[in-house]
């Protein structure tokens, strides 16, 4: 069963409760400590309070997110010119994407483990300096092999950033105020369509594709030196037994928000016992959780991207920008404004989306708004499949695309109140793999 409102890791994503009916593990789990052997993480977040520590955590969780997602859209807007400055065929653009998605889905499922053993903030760093050298690299590139060998470090970049990202994005507040992470997070992933391709329409014709890829992925700087100046995850580091860390780590947060913590304080910190290999998602005390959310990752994300693709059918023009009239491998244009338009609108609804959702999710819990969202989508999509009238039908295709980004989202908060502290990134790293896949299959 997935977490609902009544999960073990709902409430506190330092130390579960226990559930109504505990599972019998086959592996060792998260052991509760006595409660004289320290303070609850999340009472020491309530002294530390809402602050600056919190905002500078979640502005690198935004700007990691939207360099994930600007890497992913930037490779559909420079194609047209890639196509005319190497003569490709389309045997090569479909491998260089499905080269780049396949090492984003290997990363990610294979990856993931790390950011458990080794931490949120090591990975993420490690990661960013890689795709840095990788952004340079395949903006000088001067060959297509040297090009698309850029892209796969690229991707496998972005596989384990958004793994460790969401980490991030839950763990460095109290419990109820994972959302938020979660949704700044995907907030600036959205907006990173828009931005790329308002920057296009700005700067790629004058500047050139090689400048125009280095000005998109800027911000992973500013991204870089936040993550090395703030602590790793408070919370890691409690699970990880690193007790001197986890009380360096609160400290700091409190100066940030000028708080002033006891001179004595003694967080209820553990080591964690070892979950073992990834395998153990398959043991039978995760297999239901994660089978279920696999399936439901899996289907949301496949009717997403159909709905990606089909959209801009409608409106006459191809998933890169150019026209749907035109044949192919005859054209090098770009995105136009129209084409800019069209992602602003279908982003505005996505972003409206997101925040109406973060509102019901905190009220109501996460299975009620995960079910609507659930039912609505087949029918709108059935009505996609059965309506004759064209406008009507980019209506409901449209409403279907938010639906969309709310299962996602809401998955995306599900996931890791369903597994431990200490298997959260890799759970996260398995389960979204097949977004990248469906992208490929699409």
Known sequence: MIATSNSPYYGSLTTPSTPTTPPTPTHPTTPTPPEDEGVDLDKVYEAVGLGPAQYWAWAAVALVGYIDYAQLTLLSVIMPTLRCEWDLTAEFEAGIAGAMYGSYAAA??????????????????????????????????????????????????????????????????????????????????????????????????????????????????????????????????????????????????????????????????????????????????????????????????????????????????????????????????????????????GVSLSLLAVVGTTFAANAIGRLNPLRLASGLQIIAVGFVFVCMDEVFKVVVAACAATLNIIISYMLWIIIPESYPTNLRSTAIGFINSPHPECDIAI
């Open 108 to 345: 990610a499922m294979c990856l993931g483990k790390v950011g458990d053993v080794y931490g949120r903030r090591l990975v993420v760093s490690v990661s960013l300096v890689i795709l840095i050298v990788a952004t340079v690299g395949g903006a000088a590139a001067h060959s297509k092999g040297l090009f698309l060998f850029f892209q796969i470090i690229a991707g496998a970049c972005v596989g384990i950033n958004w793994t460790a990202t969401i980490c991030y994005a839950t763990e460095f507040a109290e419990s109820k105020r994972r959302t938020t992470g979660v949704a700044i997070s995907n907030l600036a992933a959205i907006s990173a369509m828009v931005i790329v391709g308002a920057v296009a329409l700005a700067v790629l014709n004058s500047l050139g594709r090689r400048w125009f890829e280095i000005i998109i992925c800027l911000p992973v700087l500013p991204a870089l030196g936040i993550v090395i100046w703030l602590p790793d995850s408070p919370r890691y580091l409690c699970v990880s037994g690193k007790k001197e860390e986890a009380v360096k780590a609160v400290r700091f947060m409190a100066r940030l928000n000028k708080k002033t913590l006891s001179e004595d304080l003694e967080l209820r910190c553990y080591e964690d016992e070892p979950l073992g290999s990834c395998w153990v998602l398959f043991s039978k005390e995760y297999l239901r959780s994660t089978a279920s959310l696999s399936l439901l990752f899996f289907c949301t994300v496949f009717i997403g991207f159909g709905l990606i693709v089909y959209l801009p059918l409608m409106f006459r023009t191809d998933y890169c920008g150019f026209s749907k009239a035109a044949p192919e491998h005859e054209t090098c244009s770009l995105l136009t404004q129209q084409d800019l338009l069209q992602m602003t609108a």
